[in-house]
């Protein structure tokens, strides 16, 4: 099992940036595929980025690709979202998940088993 710890979240103006970081217990973190997924008031949770086990493959929402960046660093056991040229829409719940199972449909909340508890991100225009 691995249990997952959000931050970094907070209030920014548009057009400027974050990072997110999440930081997970358990020894066999390498083991794990990591994403984000967020989630508005009202809106269903969507995914936003994916890192695979070494962070050699890395996937993205095409609401974000070319302004979000997820990373991970195996040795401190966390992952990164790098968050620059916010807008008012990427404004949610940001939500960190772990999986090792295969297979993993990156962009679907259900192949995801753990869950952080999110950290909200508000964008102001």
């Known amino acids: 099992q691995v249990q997952l710890v959000e931050s970094g979240g907070g209030l920014v103006q548009a057009g400027g940036s974050l990072r997110l970081s999440c930081a997970a217990s358990?020894?066999?973190?390498?083991?794990?595929?990591m994403g984000w997924f967020r989630q508005a008031p009202g809106k269903e949770r969507e995914f936003v980025a994916a890192?695979?086990?070494?962070?050699?493959?890395?996937y993205y929402a095409d609401s974000v690709k070319g302004r979000f960046t997820i990373s991970r660093d195996n040795a401190k056991n966390t992952v990164y979202l790098q968050m620059n040229s916010l807008k008012p829409e990427d404004t949610a719940v940001y939500y960190c998940?772990?999986?090792?199972?295969?297979?993993?449909?990156?962009?679907?909340?259900?192949?995801?088993?753990?869950w952080g508890q999110g950290t909200q991100v508000t964008v102001s225009s």
């Open positions: 890192i695979s086990w070494s962070g050699g493959s890395t």
């Open positions: 358990g020894r066999t973190f390498s083991s794990y595929a």
């Open positions: 998940a772990a999986e090792k199972k295969l297979p993993i449909v990156w962009g679907n909340r259900w192949s995801w088993g753990y």
